[in-house]
């Protein structure tokens, strides 16, 4: 996650903590980071202008003033538990984390009558969905491919042979509900699918992809379509 995604989406989970606040190290956990950066976090996000609170000792951390929360949404109780329902079962969907923060937002800020009837409908979903890729990996596979940058992966293949390359990544791609990464390979010259699940570590370079397009990647199947016609 970049820094500014992590920005946003700490701001939203202390507006979220209300008057309760966060712990610095409950935010760390959270964000998969230490402790001292998150206090360089809060401080940037209050010379951006956050009304970042504080209150020291046992019980004590951080908050957003209450002030800056937004106006209310209008959606069905129906409407807003599929949308919990939909980030939820896909929690290895690719910048999940985001839709996530998305979701809680919207949710915060409807009228606590639709929130309430939202919340009972809520308890009667339920999903078991399998441990994502790791976050680490999960968001430096995002931040190259929105900044469309080379990505270094470490990869195991179904044999289980394992081998470093940089990818080129043109899109995403869900088969069988399995996630794969597409891009260009450049240790074999040539298009690849890797598979999210068996990427053992990855990490965004700040070397520009090349001419590539999704069109080398071929016809997608009958059955598919990309996400900005769902």
Not at 41 to 48: F, G, P, T
Not at 110 to 127: F, G, Q, S
Not at 173 to 187: D, P, Q, T
Request: hydrophobic share 40%.
């Amino acid at each position: 996650m970049k820094r500014a995604e992590r920005l946003h989406a700490m701001s939203e989970m202390l507006r979220r903590s209300g008057s309760r606040g966060c712990t610095a190290q409950r935010l760390a956990s959270e964000f998969e980071v230490s402790v001292r950066t998150i206090k360089r976090d809060l401080d940037a996000l209050e010379n951006s202008g956050a009304p970042i609170w504080s209150r020291p000792g046992p019980g004590g951390g951080y908050g957003l003033a209450a002030a800056t929360n937004l106006p209310p949404v209008s959606l069905t109780p129906a409407q807003a538990v599929a949308l919990l329902a939909a980030v939820s079962s896909a929690r290895d969907a690719p910048y999940a984390d985001l839709a996530a923060v998305g979701v809680r937002k919207i949710l915060d800020v409807l009228d606590p009558r639709t929130r309430m009837k939202a919340d009972e409908l809520a308890r009667r979903v339920w999903i078991d969905s399998p441990a994502p890729a790791t976050r680490a990996i999960r968001s430096a596979i995002e931040e190259a491919m929105a900044d469309q940058r080379v990505v270094r992966i470490r990869y195991t293949s179904g044999d289980g042979t394992e081998t470093s390359r940089d990818v080129e990544p043109l899109m995403f791609a869900s088969m069988n509900g399995r996630w794969y990464v597409v891009g260009w390979c450049r240790l074999r010259s040539d298009i690849r699918w890797f598979l999210v699940s068996r990427i053992q570590h990855a990490s965004a370079t700040k070397i520009p992809c090349g001419d590539h397009s999704i069109q080398e990647i071929g016809a997608p199947p009958a059955t598919a379509r990309s996400v900005e016609r769902v």
